[in-house]
T-cell receptor, first 113, second 113 residues
Framework: KNQVEQSPQSLIILEGKNCTLQ??????????LRWYKQDTGRGPVSLTI?????NTKSNGRYTATLDADTKQSSLHITASQLSDSASYICVVSFTSGTYKYIFGTGTRLKVLA | DAMVIQNPRYQVTQFGKPVTLSCSQT?????MYWYQQKSSQAPKLLFH???????NEADTPDNFQSRRPNTSFCFLDIRSPGLGDAAMYLCATSRVRTSYEQYFGPGTRLTVT
């Protein structure tokens, strides 16, 4: 069964600290993996997209890694800011006749001053 | 500049009273998607249009319909909203189905009274 699991479910950190969010997937055949940031009451905004051959991609303070062998990805946030408080969603795409997106349930991050 | 626009941002309707949510895009993308997202859950794909070709997900209730009169606009019609249909409705676009990038609108929060 194609699934995307994220951990932790929620996380609280202090401003300025780093954190790492995890995404494990069982999607096959894998096409690409994306990380989205979703502020409360808003639509998701893309942070990074990685294909099978890419194992790291950065977007400012956000760095995503991908291990296609173990089917794991992580999103590392450096020097967190209050504005990083949001849900972070991992989405894995695959092609099986048609193109599909499998969404994780997200990690809810709260950054405290 | 807004690329995927959803109106209204907040919609209140009565139980059983038909409601239409609107999505427009300035990206000239071929594919438009409608997702339902309930609190603390991942977005759930309801259906998508590839140009004029409508693709319904197998578990989308008949109560949900969609129209795409032209490339730029797509509508979600809920024929008889129930209390369980209260959710955030997200519209997204992508250039083609195999495109890596999916752009989301800000969402419409639907309340059913």
């Amino acid at each position: 069964k194609n699934q995307v699991e994220q951990s932790p479910q929620s996380l609280i950190i202090l401003e300025g600290k780093n954190c790492t969010l995890q995404c494990n997937y069982t999607v096959s055949p894998f096409s690409n993996l994306r990380w989205y940031k979703q502020d409360t009451g808003r639509g998701p905004v893309s942070l990074t997209i990685m294909t099978f051959s890419e194992n790291t991609k950065s977007n400012g303070r956000y760095t995503a890694t991908l291990d296609a062998d173990t089917k794991q990805s992580s999103l590392h946030i450096t020097a967190s800011q209050l504005s990083d408080s949001a849900s972070y969603i991992c989405v894995v795409s695959f092609t099986s006749g048609t193109y599909k997106y499998i969404f994780g349930t997200g990690t809810r991050l709260k950054v405290l001053a | 500049d807004a690329m995927v626009i959803q109106n209204p941002r907040y919609q209140v309707t009565q139980f059983g009273k038909p409601v239409t949510l609107s999505c427009s895009q300035t990206l000239n993308h071929n594919v438009m998607y409608w997702y339902q997202q309930k609190s603390s859950q991942a977005p759930k794909l309801l259906f998508h249009y590839y140009d004029k070709d409508f693709n319904n997900e197998a578990d989308t209730p008949d109560n949900f319909q969609s129209r795409r009169p032209n490339t730029s606009f797509c509508f979600l019609d809920i024929r008889s909203p129930g209390l369980g249909d209260a959710a955030m409705y997200l519209c997204a676009t992508s250039r083609v189905r195999t495109s890596y990038e999916q752009y989301f609108g800000p969402g419409t929060r639907l309340t059913v009274t």
